[in-house]
Nanobody, 131 residues
């Protein structure tokens, strides 16, 4: 059974940093693209970062490029999202998701809900950035 569990959310001041984790079970992490989405209250869910299967690279939405870094630890079957220079507009619930998909499609937000092209989702972790 595929399962994704996010952790690491919390409250941080503007300019601060947080590191989110997405622990995967039931499948081999390197075989799937893993994406981080976020959804702020009243807004659409948006893809912010993605790491491709095997060595197919990473991708970022323009809104987080240069501030967020996605990485994968295959030994721990975990994907991380390091978030630096956080802004109040980064406040959202962050979800990780897995599928066989091109990362460029994810961060371009070309696909609609409810699944946004992803078959497997975690339950989310909330990030609040205070001004």
């Amino acid at each position: 059974q595929v399962q994704l569990v996010e952790s690491g959310g919390g409250l941080v001041q503007t300019g601060g940093s947080l590191s989110l984790s997405c622990a995967a079970s039931g499948f081999t992490l390197s075989e799937y693209a893993i994406a981080w989405f976020r959804q702020a209250p009243g807004k659409e869910r948006e893809g912010v970062s993605c790491i491709g299967s095997s060595n197919r690279g990473t991708a970022y939405a323009d809104s987080v490029k240069g501030r967020f870094t996605i990485s994968r630890d295959i030994t721990k079957n975990t994907v991380y999202l390091q978030m630096n220079s956080l802004k109040p507009e980064d406040t959202a619930t962050y979800y990780c998701a897995a599928d066989l998909i091109e990362c460029a499609v994810v961060v371009a937000n070309l696909l609609d809900g409810p699944n946004y092209g992803m078959d497997h989702w975690g339950k989310g972790t909330t990030v609040t950035v205070s001004s």
